[in-house]
């Protein structure tokens, strides 16, 4: 039987990657408490290796801070998918997204970085896609990422 979410993903030409093991902390990448499925901070990048390195407003543009918010959640997807029996079917709706984003003092447009993720959760999960979020800009990011994404999920 195929994924209602992964036949979604698939017509919306999204591939996600796999999920990223922990780089530096003894954490679990997500963790399901009851019908909740927390899932911890994820970095832009793929197959192990980071992309967006960097400041918004200094070394990054706007545009570039919302593809790796964007890459990010994809992250989150991954590890969504992986924690749960029968993958993103198994989401009922996208509760919160927390987004950190390493900017310029002067930058002001944080949430507008974070929105790179939050439009990802509404493409793929529709009106269940639609979530609460904090969005916080800081002087630095582990590994010299420009963003980091965490999420909590509702789930079956």
Do not use: C, Y
């Amino acid at each position: 039987m195929v994924s209602i979410i992964d036949a979604r993903l698939a017509a919306l030409g999204i591939v996600l990657p796999p999920a990223p093991a922990p780089r530096a902390a003894r954490i679990r990448m997500a963790r399901k408490l009851g019908n909740l499925l927390f899932v911890s901070g994820q970095l832009p990048g793929w197959d192990g290796e980071l992309h967006h390195l960097g400041r918004v407003g200094d070394t990054l543009s706007l545009a570039q801070a919302q593809q790796a918010a964007r890459a990010s959640a994809l992250n989150v997807l991954a590890q969504a998918r992986a924690a749960l029996p029968h993958g993103l079917d198994d989401v009922v709706s996208v509760v919160n997204l927390r987004g950190f984003v390493a900017s310029t003092p002067d930058f002001v447009r944080i949430a507008e970085v974070v929105n790179g993720a939050s439009d990802l959760m509404v493409e793929v999960f529709g009106e269940a896609g639609a979530h609460t979020r904090t969005a916080v800009g800081v002087a630095s990011m582990p590994h010299g990422v420009v963003v980091e994404i965490e999420a909590l999920f509702e789930v079956v």
